[in-house]
């Protein structure tokens, strides 16, 4: 089982659409996740963290955290075209300096 | 800088050949990652350095690769004998990973290396 998993897609939804993107991690132990978006031959950058369990807002996109089941997601609201991107999920372990793990992620494509 | 500055931007290396690749993290930043990117891939970790600790090599695909790092500063990635499918883009992301940080991870442009 990989540590962290993601649907590499392409998820296809059209604008103005939700989309919702999942992941699912392997060790109940974990503590801080991620989401990071890549736009294609460019680097990864932070959207968003989560720690606590429940939804986290910012501006369009949403981040829900749910422990119990070892799932993270996020939603984006009225999608844009220019939201089209590959997103990863990424995961930190708890307890000291643990690495922080990516997933695949999931190739997002909004159709306008 | 303000950023996590990589070089060279490309690279271009013939099949058997050594590569040297170089990341400058943003300054204060103890944890310090090299993942390798193939074309329309994910992320691939190849190598964790955190402080002093001894570094996490456990994404190292073969004895071909090493990692260095001096200190909380510079870190290069050395590639011997380059093989085509050494082929990739290779980040390096740096992240300031005290405890209770959200250690967020900041990327650099990436090197991309072509071995022909």
């Known amino acids: 089982q990989k540590e962290v998993e993601q649907n590499s897609g392409p998820l296809s939804v059209p604008e103005g659409a939700i989309a919702s993107l999942n992941c699912t991690y392997s060790?109940?132990?974990?503590?801080?996740f991620f989401w990071y978006r890549q736009y294609s031959g460019k680097s990864p950058e932070l959207i968003m963290f989560i720690y606590s369990n429940g939804d986290k807002e910012d501006g369009r996109f949403t981040a829900q955290l749910n422990k119990a089941s070892q799932y993270v997601s996020l939603l984006i609201r009225d999608s844009q075209p220019s939201d089209s991107a590959t997103y990863l999920c990424a995961v930190k372990k708890s307890g000291g300096y643990q690495k922080v793990t990516f997933g695949i992620g999931t190739k997002l494509q909004v159709i306008p | 800088g303000a950023g996590v500055s990589q070089s060279p931007s490309n690279k271009v290396t013939e099949k058997g050949k050594d590569v040297e690749l170089r990341c400058d993290p943003i300054s204060g930043h103890t944890a310090l990652y090299w993942y390798r990117q193939r074309l329309g891939q994910g992320l691939e970790f190849l190598i964790y350095f955190q402080g002093n600790s001894a570094p996490d090599k456990s994404g190292l695909p073969s004895d071909r690769f090493s990692a260095e790092r001096t200190g909380e500063s510079v870190s290069t990635l050395t590639i011997q004998r380059t093989q085509q499918e050494d082929s990739a883009v290779y980040l390096c992301a740096s992240s300031l990973a005290w405890q209770g940080s959200t250690d967020t991870q900041y990327f650099g442009p990436g090197t991309r290396l072509t071995v022909l």
């Open positions: 060790d109940r132990g974990s503590q801080s």
